[in-house]
């Protein structure tokens, strides 16, 4: 075998490693026991959201209609998810290297999307057109833009984190690990950038796991750049360390937002409050914390926090 049919199984075992581990993330969050409401508010999705209330401000409103907004949920979300508008309202220095971090990384994953789709040209036999064309300079301003932005903004937030006391005491090791991890990902891409600055052997490599190592599909196996295959090589690591981080965070927007921060929904079955869900939440009350803090001391139990 050739060290690109070593690459390729690395490719495919990280992937399917990764994937798995992820629906079983996912899986476990959706199976955890009933949050504890806070009644937070505003939450957008509620009319009074926009002067900062909540149909909780209402007599009786357990009786009352409660509509939901969900095209102003999606937009705070978006908002957040995008933009990352709290950190932009509570400490600026940190979001301009936060949000050239994660938006370089939004762009790599549709530079991704655009390789790929330049991988299906390339199965195809396809190397002339318009989407050709399109593509093929889309997959270069994302890819060295992304690439661009996303070092900077990791390189950025190491040194912030180093520097910035109130940030430094709340970064453990790991923070400056996981930092370092993707900024030498991104370092290997650049040094790639001089072997296949058009990206024509990630598109070759790509078709060639598409194609099954050429067994599904008859494609000749592609040459590789050997900074090309340290590239994938390190990804490869990276999607096998990737579902045990905190950096899957993202998987956890809908569970933080929806059903905890968001869940303003009263707790009734048939106009009356469901009975089963409020012995649940008395269950997880008689909980202990496992955690200590000077609001909650360890070893009690939630009631009595």
């Known amino acids: 075998m050739t060290i690109v049919n ?6 495919y075992l990280s992937f399917v490693f990764c994937v798995v581990i992820t629906i079983l993330k996912v899986s476990k969050y959706a199976r955890a026991p009933m949050h504890l409401r806070w009644e937070l508010y505003p939450v957008p999705s509620e009319e009074e959201h926009e002067h900062g209330g909540s149909y909780l401000e209402r007599p009786e409103w357990w009786k009352t209609d409660i509509k939901e ?3 102003s949920e ?3 979300m978006f908002k957040e998810m995008i933009f990352i508008k709290r950190l932009y309202n509570s400490k600026r220095t940190q979001w301009y290297f936060s949000f050239l971090f994660h938006g370089g990384i939004y762009l790599l994953l549709i530079w991704f999307v655009a390789i790929f789709i330049g991988s299906l040209f390339e199965l195809l036999k396809i190397t002339s057109g318009i989407l050709f064309t399109a593509f093929f300079y889309a997959s270069l301003v994302l890819g060295y833009i992304g690439i661009s932005i996303t070092f900077i903004g990791a390189v950025g937030l190491i040194a912030l984190r180093a520097t910035d ?5 709340l970064s453990a090791p790991v923070d ?8 030498l990902i991104m370092l290997s891409m650049i040094s790639s950038l001089f072997y296949d600055p058009y990206f024509n052997y990630a598109r070759s490599f790509l078709a060639y796991l598409i194609s099954g190592n050429g067994l599904l599909i008859g494609f000749k196996q592609p040459a590789l750049p050997v900074a090309s295959s340290i590239t994938v090589l390190l990804v490869c690591l990276f999607l096998l360390y990737l579902p045990f981080t905190k950096m899957t965070h993202f ?11 968001w869940d303003s929904r009263p707790n009734m079955v048939a106009e009356r409050f469901d009975e089963k869900k409020l012995e649940l939440v008395k269950k997880n009350l008689d ?10 001391p360890k070893g009690k139990r939630w009631d009595e926090v």
């Open 176 to 183: 400056y690990f996981n930092l370092s991890f993707i900024s």
């Open 251 to 261: 998987l956890g927007k809908y569970f933080t937002y929806h059903k905890v921060q």
């Open 287 to 296: 909980l202990t914390v496992p955690w200590d803090a000077p609001h909650a």
């Open 165 to 169: 006391k109130k940030i430094n005491y």
């Open 69 to 71: 907004e969900k095209g």
């Open 6 to 11: 070593y690459v390729a199984y690395a490719a």
């Open 74 to 76: 999606l937009i705070d």
